[in-house]
């Protein structure tokens, strides 16, 4: 899943039309519908705001993994207590590995394009 997927199941999970969700952020549907499709494009205020409307971590959010993101929703709407427990840190230290792991393999790209240009 990503960003927009994520923005997307939140919504509809808690029976959230895009006009509703867009009256909340003082916005019109259309705009709230361009930050759904492409949220990569918005404000990180603007993701900000979506969370709390959503009432849910900005982390939440932007996590690509669709088991997490429906625990993390799970824990803040439902309070289940039969299911895993995460913590806001575990999912930031995810967040930070994942993110890690994306500037390693960015890095080493740069690498390979070094190589490649300077022979």
Avoid: G, W
């Avoid at 519908?33 to 009432?55: C, D, F, G, M, Y």
């Avoid at 088991?67 to 840190?89: E, G, L, M, P």
């Amino acid at each position: 899943m990503n960003i927009s997927d994520n923005i997307r199941m939140l919504r509809e999970k808690l029976n959230y039309s895009q006009e509703y969700v867009a009256s909340k952020l003082n916005m019109t549907q259309q705009a709230y519908s361009a930050i759904e499709k492409h949220p990569e494009k918005t404000s990180l205020i603007n993701l900000r705001q979506i969370a709390r409307v959503l009432n849910v971590n900005i982390t939440t959010l932007i996590l690509e993994d669709d088991y997490f993101v429906q625990q993390n929703f799970n824990q803040q709407h439902c309070n289940i207590a039969s299911q895993q427990h995460i913590t806001a840190n575990e999912i930031y230290e995810r967040l930070i590995a994942k993110l890690e792991n994306e500037v390693d393999y960015l890095r080493k790209c740069l690498d390979e394009k070094d190589i490649i240009t300077s022979t």
